[in-house]
Nanobody
Framework: QVQLVESGGGLVQTGARLRLSCTAS????????MGWFRQTAGKEREFVAS????????YYADSVKGRFTISRDTAENTVHLQMNSLNPEDTAVYYC?????????????????WGQGTQVTVSS
């Protein structure tokens, strides 16, 4: 069973930077496409970024393009989300997700495994 554990969330001010990490265990991380999603109370979980199994292909939501960067470290079974120029609209619980089929997709239904989430709060 694949397990994903996120870390790195916290409370920051507008304009700050944060780096989220997600460590995978129990599966073949090197074959998985990975994604980051976020969710606020009363709203659906939304796509943030995804990365192919090789790391060679990445996709971003328009709202974070140019500010966030997704990367992976296969040796450490970890995927990162570097978040710069944070603003209050980025406040959410951030979830890491894995697709063992290696497809780089944008929908929540495309991912089989999910972490428990990490809270990011950006104050104005």
């Amino acid at each position: 069973q694949v397990q994903l554990v996120e870390s790195g969330g916290g409370l920051v001010q507008t304009g700050a930077r944060l780096r989220l990490s997600c460590t995978a265990s129990g599966g073949t991380f090197s074959r998985y496409a990975m994604g980051w999603f976020r969710q606020t109370a009363g709203k659906e979980r939304e796509f943030v970024a995804s990365i192919s199994w090789s790391g060679g292909t990445t996709y971003y939501a328009d709202s974070v393009k140019g500010r966030f960067t997704i990367s992976r470290d296969t040796a450490e079974n970890t995927v990162h989300l570097q978040m710069n120029s944070l603003n209050p609209e980025d406040t959410a619980v951030y979830y890491c997700a894995a697709d063992p089929w290696g497809r780089v997709r944008h929908g929540t239904a495309d991912y089989d495994y999910w972490g428990q989430g990490t809270q990011v709060t950006v104050s104005s």
